[in-house]
């Protein structure tokens, strides 16, 4: 057991478990102190948590936890914000869970990930999108209602990017990551054309092209280094995504300043995989 990983368990040993609600939620969180307890690879088991259904959130906090840690050798213990925030996380996913129950949990035989729960892949068409900003100790989850409609942007070849449909591929592309179908590569480069299209258009906000160009170019960058299975895209797209949706479906007024955080996190990538 590495350094990231004693102090990912030790943190997860001082979560009171009586603090979550069933005993079934007790005993699925012990299950998961268990598994990266034990784990071989840390990375892996934090990657198979984030395809459960409902889990990704507190599989992107752990996980930020552990860049952290690993980022800072002083860190040998965790702090109560550290294990509020998990604990928060964890509350979350479970009560979605429970939202869900109408639809059954899948038996352990059945769950290719060992975890009594749903995988991500069961969820219908609609992505259920997780979003964890560990600063502010918030997690948030993409509405699976309507997109607002918005105007389609005229490019300089006379075609249109639709902003719906422009999300919906984001979407797609996000899912097929998170469950690991073959997609990806394909959806990708969908998504390349389209984010070229925006930043071709004659008149489109200054924000959303910038933030197409950037996205291409970590697209690009996950292509070529076949990060597909690395958490830490799957962590910067699903926060990226959610800040994108919100603006596509604001108000062309209120849109100011909301593509902020995710271009600044597009611009930065690099850092994380140095």
Known sequence: MNRSQQYLATLLDRIPRWELSTNEYQDAFDKIKTRISNAANLRDELTALYKVRNFADTALGLQWIVECVDRNPSKTESTLEEEGFILYLLRNSFERTEGSAADGLMPASEEPFGYD????????????????????????????????????????????TDEKAFLSLFEKLLEAIQIGTDERSLLSEQLVKEAEKVQAATDADEEYSVFCRLLVEFLDYVAINSLYDDIRAMNILSNVFDPFSQWIKADP??????LEQPIEMLREFRTLFE
């Open 117 to 160: 729960l749903p995988q991500q892949e069961e969820v219908g068409e609609s992505l259920p999108s997780s979003h964890v900003e560990p600063a502010a100790g918030q997690s948030s989850e993409t509405s699976n209602g309507a997109v607002a409609e918005s105007s389609p942007s005229p490019t300089a070849d006379g075609s249109e």
């Open 253 to 258: 007024g209120a849109r100011l300043g909301l």
